[in-house]
């Protein structure tokens, strides 16, 4: 009997409990999903223009596309023209370190760049960008 209970006691002490692993596991997966940073599309294609001096930004976060018919499009909703400064402040505010980048068509009048370009410095963001290929 005494036998018997000596290898109960030598198979509990020889178990390891996860619990508290897996506990870190979860809380690492949480920290790393709430402080991961997402692409956000602008919502549209936009045939950009070639540039031999492109380059390519890092934390270009708010996406403001404008189409060869001139409609705003941001987080993929068509946006007026007088509601740019609105948004870019709202996105600006979600992720301060963002930049602006214009996704502008070949075919879009500079009219509807410009009034972008001045929303955009209106909401207090003086890195702003224009898109293009690189040639």
């Keep these: ?49 070639e540039a031999a001096t492109a380059v390519k930004k890092e934390r270009a976060n708010i996406l403001v596309a404008i189409n060869d ?14 509601a740019v400064q609105a948004n870019i402040e709202r996105l600006y505010a979600e992720n301060p370190q963002g930049t602006v980048v214009i996704q502008a068509d070949k075919k879009a009048t500079t009219d509807v760049l410009i009034k972008v370009m ?9 890195d702003v960008s224009i898109a293009a290929e690189d040639a």
Excluded: C
Aim: hydrophobic letters at 50%; a negative charge.
């Design 1 to 49: 009997m005494k036998q018997h209970f000596a290898n109960l006691v030598d198979e509990e002490e020889s178990n390891i409990d996860l619990t508290p692993m897996l506990d870190v596991v979860f809380i690492m997966l949480i920290f790393f999903i709430v402080t991961a940073s997402f692409v956000k599309e602008a919502g549209i294609d936009v045939n950009r223009p």
């Design 69 to 82: 018919k001139g409609e705003i499009w941001i987080n993929k909703r068509r946006i007026d023209v007088r």
């Design 118 to 126: 001045d929303s955009a410095r209106a909401a207090g963001i003086y």
